[in-house]
């Protein structure tokens, strides 16, 4: 017991010195030295995820999913990039950002975005009062040439009738002297706006082109104005890059190795329900002996396995909303008339029936949105039918250890 106690302590204070053999200790002790050494591993990653977090490194490296100890720092860490995403729409003129999650820091950035807002619109009312000069003195076609050149934007006009491309800004330019590819498909998607029957009524469109990969590489979201252009008419067509924008809100609401979304969208989803009344059944589902598959074949076949699982709960009839909570544990909301029980029921047998080098199985609670017909605020029903669902999937998986057992 010593070599463990001396273990755990370099775990706690030494980590870089931390070893054991467990073929050294005594058959009774190696099982702990197994579990202090896993304890030791996400001790570990969990410092290295911390320490990057602290330096403010949101690029820092995520710890592994199934890893216990780090759940309200991947929570800091997703709230933080969000802080991040809000703070960068800010800096586009977005005011109509809100912080309402993050305690008193809420109330600096909300008063912050409130006084840029105020700031921005005296220096609109300056700019109109400069442009109102400019136009007397016959400079203000000089003047908005100029502003629109010098605009991190794209700026495009082009003829309403057939997409030809009138004038475009440097930005836009360089972008197109870079990717002489892009020119061809780029001039097609504004001959296809000017083709619709009112473009100029749609408002504001996104505009995703394909990168090498076959995914999104640009998304740009596109506004539309009717003008004349020496005498034809035309659409300005101011077009934002929004991908590292999309990028960012996809990593806020859905998990990184499985693709579904993640705790954040599921409670806020079911928030919205019980607000506007729209009933759902919700089911918290466990996948059974994710730590042993992760310590005896490896976390790669772990992953594997959570990905197997994620494979046959897609197998629930729609509409329904998987979500996965973290680690070995899921979310799903059924809108369908198709009860949950007989359809998890189904798919945990057929889930464990298939052939693998370990046992599969998931265990199950389900509950319905309409025992909280109750008149209390969408977030106290959340957290009521969350922990019921968690219950009842505990009591479910204490009864099939049971059994198997017996």
């Known amino acids: 017991m010593d070599e463990l106690f001396e273990y755990l302590r370099d775990v706690l204070y030494s980590p870089r010195n931390a070893h054991i053999d467990p073929d050294a200790l005594p058959p009774e002790q190696r099982r702990l030295a197994q579990g202090l050494m896993q304890l030791g591993e996400y001790l570990a990653e969990e410092r290295v995820f911390a320490e990057g977090l602290s330096r403010g490194d949101l690029d820092v490296a995520l710890p592994a999913p199934d890893n216990p ?9 997703g709230s933080l990039s969000h802080l991040v995403w809000q703070a960068e729409q800010v800096t586009k003129g977005d005011y109509s950002q809100r912080l309402d999650f993050m305690g008193s820091l809420s109330r600096v950035f909300n008063d912050m975005v409130a006084t840029l807002e105020d700031r921005e619109t005296r220096l609109q009312h300056e700019a109109e009062v400069i442009g109102q000069q400019n136009d007397r003195l016959g400079q203000g076609q000089v003047l908005h040439t100029r502003l629109m050149e010098l605009m991190s934007d794209w700026v495009v006009v082009s003829s309403l009738e057939d997409g030809r491309i009138f004038h475009m800004n440097d930005a836009c330019r360089r972008y197109f002297e870079a990717h002489m590819n892009f020119d061809v498909e780029f001039r097609q998607r504004l001959r ?18 394909e990168g090498d990969d076959g995914h999104a590489g640009l998304r740009l979201e596109v506004s539309s104005l009717p003008i004349q252009w020496d005498g034809e008419p035309a659409i300005v067509s101011i077009l934002h890059d929004v991908t590292r924008e999309r990028e960012v809100e996809y990593l806020a609401y859905h998990d990184f190795l499985t693709g579904l979304f993640n705790r954040r969208h599921a409670i806020e989803r079911m928030c919205g329900c019980f607000a506007n009344g729209t009933r759902f ?13 992760n310590d005896t074949f490896g976390h790669d076949v772990g992953n594997a396995y959570i990905l197997d699982a994620v494979r ?5 009839a729609g509409p329904v909303e998987l979500c996965r909570e973290g680690g070995d544990e899921f979310l799903v909301i059924s809108f369908s008339d198709v009860p949950l029980e007989g359809q998890l029921s189904r798919i ?25 017909d109750n008149g209390l605020a969408p977030m106290a029903n959340v957290s009521a039918i969350l922990e019921e669902t968690d219950s009842t999937m505990y009591r479910y998986k204490t009864n099939n250890r049971a059994q198997r057992k017996a």
Request: no cysteine; net charge negative.
């Open 312 to 316: 046959a709960l897609s197998d629930v």
């Open 192 to 209: 296809d706006i000017s083709s619709e029957d009112d473009p100029l009524e749609v408002g504001r469109r996104e505009l995703v082109f």
């Open 281 to 293: 059944e919700l089911a918290f589902v466990d996948l059974d002996g994710l730590k042993y598959v």
């Open 69 to 77: 100890i780090t759940g309200e720092l991947r929570d800091l860490h």
């Open 348 to 372: 945990r047998e057929e889930f464990r029936r298939e052939v693998r080098e370990y046992p599969q199985s998931f265990s199950y609670g389900i509950s319905s949105s309409a025992r909280y």
